[in-house]
């Protein structure tokens, strides 16, 4: 078939001339294969699905009925455009009443259509061509992808172990901190699980100050935090000075699907998200708005998620160790990111953590997530279809009778 005449056309920043014809075959493509593969090869074996990066369960049933019914009222029905001060109301009182962290909800408080969007839309605050925006590496690219949308530059950020999985500020070269504008950081972090310190987060607003750089927070997994209370970066003096932070109910409050959420912060930057938001999009639709407020005042509802994680990643961590894997309880997330095996005692040997992800997945029908961004890695997920602890249980013993005998080597 010929190409239409408008393949020339495409942009560069999806590839120009090229777009469509790239024959790469991207990481989650590989997963969804080799799943496929895996089902059709060994049917009697049941796919244990460690890859999923999305909550198993639907949103609490008292928000569901809030929602059902705001959808019959008329008075739902327009465009929101920057949201309902009810909305902004109740992400100001969760605030301050899990953070002791003081908005004002008019000003320093807007609604997204999910994180991702906000991150989407928040380098066009900001980057001319040319700017720099530093990104720790792994992670949720959404940011960097539209900083290079506008012709500027990504400085990754590797999260390493030797560091404790949090960025060396001090390593970045000094050509680059005169050319950034943005740090975007992610804590509780994805993928690695690691969680922010009070002094780490000190260390960004000294850091900001010095450098005149404006930080984003992508605080996802904020609830799914297990190594202490959760810490908002914007907790930290000073944090308001140069910063916003972007949070969501996808996942401590199981609404992935509902796509809400909030950025919070330095007025003047709350403004301007919202004015190119105002340009993106008419704001989420008010029922959504008025049942995520209800949720947003319903701290139940993020223990309950909170509590179950955290018992199904002491128990993946537990047969991990069993079975020879070097890892950790996690500090939050509902990922165990654990370094990926160099080979297996039989001599079977691994060149990163796709090689050892295919491996699980073809041999013993376990799917993880490989990161080879900064060393090997593998992600599991905790948020793997199981009705009841019981089946949780079955669920483990199954992977530890299937991953005991391959005595992993590191
Ligand atoms: C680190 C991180 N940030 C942001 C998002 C986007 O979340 P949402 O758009 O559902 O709020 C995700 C989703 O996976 C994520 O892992």
């Not at 972090?189 to 100050?209: D, I, L, Q």
């Not at 007025?267 to 049942?291: E, M, T």
Request: with cysteine; proline share 5%.
């Amino acid at each position: 078939m010929s190409d239409p005449y408008f393949q020339t056309m495409f942009a560069d920043r999806i590839g120009g001339a090229s777009y469509g014809k790239d024959t790469e075959i991207y990481k989650f493509e590989k997963i969804k294969r080799a799943k496929r593969k895996a089902l059709a090869e060994h049917p009697e074996r049941e796919l244990l699905d460690f890859g999923i990066g999305e909550n198993d369960e639907m949103a609490a049933a008292d928000v569901r009925a809030l929602m059902a019914a705001e959808i019959d009222k008329p008075e739902n029905r327009g465009y929101a455009d920057n949201g309902i001060a009810e909305f902004k109301e109740a992400a100001a009182r969760f605030m301050e009443r899990r953070f002791g962290v003081a908005l004002d909800p008019g000003s320093e408080v807007n609604h997204c259509i999910g994180s991702k969007t906000a991150l989407a839309i928040l380098p066009a605050v900001l980057i001319n061509p040319g700017d720099v925006t530093l990104m720790t590496v792994p992670g949720y690219p959404v940011a960097g992808t539209h900083t290079r949308y506008y012709g500027g530059e990504v400085h990754p950020l590797p999260l390493l172990a030797d560091n404790d999985f949090l960025p060396d500020l001090d390593a970045i070269p000094e050509e680059i901190r005169q050319r950034a504008k943005l740090l975007v950081i992610n804590y509780p972090n994805s993928p690695t699980g690691k969680t922010a310190t009070r002094a780490f987060y000190e260390k960004v607003v000294a850091f900001a100050k010095a450098n005149d750089i404006v930080v984003v927070q992508d605080a996802a997994h904020m609830m799914l935090t297990f190594d202490g209370e959760p810490l908002s970066f914007l907790q930290v003096p000073g944090a308001k000075d140069v910063g916003v932070e972007v949070h969501s109910l996808s996942k401590g409050w199981n609404m992935i699907g509902w796509r809400i959420g909030f950025v919070c912060g330095h007025p003047l930057l709350v403004q301007a998200f919202s004015d190119v938001k105002d340009n993106c999009d008419s704001g989420q639709f008010i029922a959504i708005q008025k049942a995520a407020a209800a949720a947003l005042d319903d701290d139940a509802i993020t223990a309950a998620t909170h509590e179950k994680y955290r018992r199904r990643l002491v128990k993946l961590v537990d047969v991990l160790q069993a079975c020879g894997f070097e890892c950790e309880m996690p500090g939050g997330s509902y990922f165990l990111y654990t370094k990926s095996p160099t080979g297996l005692a039989d001599g079977r040997t691994f060149a990163n953590g796709e090689e050892a992800s295919q491996y699980l997945i073809t041999e013993h029908s376990i799917c993880t997530v490989p990161w080879d961004d900064a060393g090997a890695y593998l992600r599991f997920s905790v948020t793997y279809v199981a009705e009841d602890e019981a089946a949780e249980d079955a669920l483990m013993a199954e992977t530890k009778a299937r991953l005991e005998t391959i005595r992993p080597v590191f």
